[in-house]
């Protein structure tokens, strides 16, 4: 049992039993996110996963499908935090998953840097907003807006905690994927897997996946572009089997 405060409701994640709280009016998460989850490369048995802008702990909730490691999701804004508390505790999931509300600019001292095996970012993809954008709703500005954050310090932040040869995975907009791996390599991540998305076959990519490695050897490999649509409106067969986790 939940206690939904007003204008929440419970949605299921593609392919499991896992339910999340959104609400349109703060943050619902979308396909980037549980694709991202999807993405990375993660430890099966053991190992620490760090999401970070975790809003409402969807991709936490995602790797436990995958991966027995201890998960931290680091978000800024108080709503979001206990969103995804409340949503751990709904899903039998708080020895797994701890919920921390911080800037990842001001980690707290009991999240140590160099520790984590994986850390994951969905961050916000806009670089600016409009006053009247962040005054009709705040709380989804800062999750699309880079407010409290840029691109730049999602890498630099995901470097300094992330183990050496540990794996640093994004998802973002293609036309940020020059920035992207500029800052990792300028941070000592080297990408090495990449991966398109694509609304329908005939339009082009509308979100990147990458992944690199802390310290890693130069090579990247692009793996088959993922479309999400086929020309009857309906899931393509390749990417259900991704997003559903088949």
Known sequence: ????????RLDFIAGTPLKVIQSSQVFS????????????????????????????GVIPLVLTGRSK???VGVEIQPRLVDMAKRTVTLNDSAN?????????????????????????????????VTDEEKNKNEHLAIARHEIYLILEDVVRVSSQYVKQKGKVAIVHRPERLTDIMTYMRMHRIEPKRIQFVHPIEEKDANMVLVE???????????????????????????????????
């Not at 692009?222 to 559903?244: I, Q, S």
């Open 96 to 128: 797994e998953i701890n919920i921390v509300e911080a800037d990842i600019n001001d980690m707290p001292d009991n999240i140590q840097k160099s520790s984590f095996d994986v850390v994951t970012c969905n961050p916000p993809y806009f670089q600016t």
């Open 69 to 71: 490691a201890d998960i």
């Open 212 to 246: 690199g490695i802390k310290d890693g050897k130069p090579g990247v490999v692009c793996l088959r572009p993922l479309v999400v649509y086929n020309d009857k409106g309906e899931y393509t067969k390749a990417f259900r089997e991704v997003y559903e986790g088949k």
């Open 1 to 8: 049992m939940v206690n939904l405060q007003e204008g929440e």
């Open 29 to 56: 998460f979308s396909i980037d996110a549980v694709l991202l989850g999807r993405f990375v490369s993660v430890p099966i048995q053991k190992g620490k996963i760090l999401d970070l802008c975790t809003g409402n």
